[in-house]
Structures are given as C-alpha cells and as structure tokens.
C-alpha cells in the first residue's frame, strides 16, 4: 500500500497491512497459471477494501524495509532449494548416461556426454560454495547484498542449465511427463525472475563493486 502521508525519502513512502480473505471488497480473480503450472499466485482485487489501523504491519511506511529483510534470506532459501534440484537432475542424467546405450555403447562411454556432467559439476559446485558464502556472512552480521545478488544469478543459471543437459541426455523422454525433467524446467525458468530478475541483480551487484573503488579502496574476495 502506498502511503504518501508517511513522508521522506520515497522507499519510506509504503506500508504493508494485513486483509484478511473475508474482508468486504477482497476478490480473488483468478489462480494464474506460470508456463502451464499452477502454483497459487493469484489475481487479485480491492475494491474500496477498508481495515481497521490495527492491521498494520510493522510501523508505517516501512513496508518496503520490511519486504527487504525478508528478500535476503528468502534468496538463499530459493537457492538451497535449487542445489536440491540440481542434484536430483544430476543424479537422473547421470543415471541415464549409464543406462542408455547408442551405437553399441552406453552413452557414459561419449566424450560429449562426459561434458555435460563436467559442467554441470563445476556449476553445481561453484552455487554451491557461494550459497555457503552468502550464509555465512549474514550469519556474521554482514551486509552481504553483493553475495545474495551474485547467487540468486548464478544459483537460477545454473539450476536451468544443468536440468537443460539432463534433459538433453534423455532426448525425447526428456520431453514428457514421463520424467520429472519437463516440471523441473518450467520451475526453474521462473527463478531468474521472481525475487528480483537477473538484471537488475547484475546491476546492484557491478554497481556496489564499482562503488567500492570509486571510494578509493577495492574488492577483497579473500576478507569477505
């Protein structure tokens, strides 16, 4: 909810309030489907929808403040998930490889084949450890935007790519329902948009580096 009478700077100008589901004027229009998936994100619609003060949450004009705190852990959340699904796609291209056999041979034995498991290694590993990173420093009560933004990139590339190869390896299988690759797909094509999309995360993230050297100092990778 905007609210203009709260003042300052312009993030300082929303707040959040509670409407509970049976409120007069409260419409729910439609469930919307994402990519053919129906998960609960909903149309909604207010219509001279009146609460009493009491629903308001947290103190006025900090609903963009609030929504914040929750956006950084949230995107480590989103991105343990995604190490989760990761390994899963993994395991079943993996498990495809050794059990799908092509010109007289299973398709483990194919150099190419052996590049997507390479890649996907790397990537899953690299996602990994810098999920690790990003934990730990809000652990230790660190700013850390520049390691959230990084991996909520890095973690939904990588998520989209590894299911990508896994449904490579299965060919037209991979198409199907038969696997739970084709799901898996449309999910993680979601992720490099909700919670913030990939540009505007490469944006805050060079623009908060770039920063640091315009104030004369630099980037310690080692002292993060």
């Given at each position: 909810?905007?609210?203009?009478?709260?003042?300052?700077?312009?993030?300082?100008?929303?707040?959040?309030?509670?409407?509970?589901?049976?409120?007069?004027?409260?419409?729910?229009?439609?469930?919307?489907?994402?990519?053919?998936?129906?998960?609960?994100?909903?149309?909604?619609?207010?219509?001279?929808?009146?609460?009493?003060?009491?629903?308001?949450?947290?103190?006025?004009?900090?609903?963009?403040?609030?929504?914040?705190?929750?956006?950084?852990?949230?995107?480590?959340?989103?991105?343990?998930?995604?190490?989760?699904?990761?390994?899963?796609?993994?395991?079943?291209?993996?498990?495809?490889?050794?059990?799908?056999?092509?010109?007289?041979?299973?398709?483990?034995?194919?150099?190419?084949?052996?590049?997507?498991?390479?890649?996907?290694?790397?990537?899953?590993?690299?996602?990994?450890?810098?999920?690790?990173?990003a934990a730990h420093a809000m652990d230790a009560g660190q700013d850390?935007?520049?390691?959230?933004?990084?991996?909520?990139?890095?973690?939904?590339?990588?998520?989209?790519?590894?299911?990508?190869?896994?449904?490579?390896?299965?060919?037209?299988?991979?198409?199907?329902?038969?696997?739970?690759?084709?799901?898996?797909?449309?999910?993680?094509?979601?992720?490099?948009?909700?919670?913030?999309?990939?540009?505007?995360?490469?944006?805050?993230?060079?623009?908060?580096?770039?920063?640091?050297?315009?104030?004369?100092?630099?980037?310690?990778?080692?002292?993060?």
């Amino acid at each position: 909810m905007q609210d203009r009478a709260a003042g300052g700077a312009p993030h300082l100008a929303f707040s959040m309030i509670l409407v509970p589901t049976d409120t007069p004027g409260y419409t729910i229009v439609r469930e919307t489907p994402v990519l053919g998936l129906s998960g609960a994100h909903c149309e909604v619609r207010y219509d001279d929808v009146r609460v009493p003060s009491a629903n308001l949450l947290g103190p006025r004009g900090q609903g963009f403040v609030i929504a914040q705190r929750r956006l950084g852990p949230g995107r480590i959340f989103h991105c343990m998930r995604w190490l989760g699904q990761a390994q899963r796609a993994f395991d079943l291209m993996c498990g495809r490889l050794h059990a799908r056999s092509a010109f007289g041979e299973p398709l483990a034995r194919k150099q190419l084949m052996r590049q997507h498991v390479f890649d996907s290694y790397a990537e899953i590993q690299s996602a990994r450890l810098l999920t690790l990173h990003a934990a730990h420093a809000m652990d230790a009560g660190q700013d850390a935007r520049v390691e959230i933004g990084a991996i909520k990139v890095v973690g939904a590339r990588m998520l989209h790519n590894v299911i990508d190869r896994a449904i490579q390896v299965y060919g037209a299988a991979g198409l199907t329902p038969d696997t739970p690759l084709d799901r898996m797909y449309r999910h993680a094509r979601a992720g490099r948009i909700y919670d913030g999309p990939d540009e505007v995360h490469v944006d805050s993230v060079g623009r908060r580096i770039l920063g640091a050297y315009a104030a004369g100092g630099n980037w310690e990778f080692g002292l993060r």
